[in-house]
């Protein structure tokens, strides 16, 4: 098992910045690949962004490229989401995940079998 904490999260106006945090511990050596998702109230969970742990190889969602920044720190177990330049319609819970085994389609939901909490990222205008 892996066991994901964020955090981070909290209110900013529109143009300002937040970087959020997601501790692993547990089974942290089986993770193969480490993201972000948002939901917003009303909508589904949608896909941010991508790390695959060994390579570093890192994919975003159309919607925060050049904005976001997706990092670790591997002694840490931790994966950082460096948002700047944010908007209102970044408001949202963001979900930190993780997955032990190579993925189909990384942008799925479905592909990740560990999640964490969540922690609310609200954008003002």
Same mark, same amino acid.
């Given at each position: $098992?892996? $066991?994901?904490?964020?955090?981070?999260?909290?209110?900013?106006?529109?143009?300002? &910045?937040? /970087?959020?945090? #997601?501790?692993?511990?547990? @089974?942290?050596?089986?993770?193969?690949?480490?993201?972000?998702? /948002? $939901?917003?109230?009303?909508?589904?969970?949608?896909?941010?962004?991508?790390?695959?742990? &060994?390579?570093?190889?890192?994919?975003?969602?159309?919607?925060?490229?050049?904005?976001?920044?997706? &990092?670790?720190?591997?002694?840490?177990?931790?994966?950082?989401?460096?948002?700047? &330049?944010?908007?209102?319609?970044?408001?949202?819970?963001?979900? #930190?995940?993780a997955t032990? @085994?190579?993925?189909k389609w990384y942008d799925? /939901?479905?592909?990740?079998?560990?999640?964490?909490?969540?922690? $609310?990222?609200?954008?003002?205008?």
């Amino acid at each position: $098992q892996v $066991q994901l904490i964020e955090s981070g999260g909290g209110l900013v106006q529109a143009g300002g &910045s937040l /970087r959020l945090s #997601c501790v692993a511990s547990g @089974r942290t050596y089986s993770v193969y690949a480490m993201g972000w998702f /948002r $939901q917003a109230p009303g909508k589904e969970r949608e896909f941010v962004a991508v790390m695959d742990w &060994s390579g570093g190889r890192t994919t975003y969602a159309d919607s925060v490229k050049g904005r976001f920044t997706h &990092s670790r720190d591997n002694p840490k177990n931790t994966v950082y989401l460096q948002m700047n &330049s944010l908007k209102p319609e970044d408001t949202a819970v963001y979900y #930190c995940a993780a997955t032990a @085994r190579p993925y189909k389609w990384y942008d799925r /939901r479905t592909e990740y079998e560990y999640w964490g909490q969540g922690t $609310q990222v609200t954008v003002s205008s």
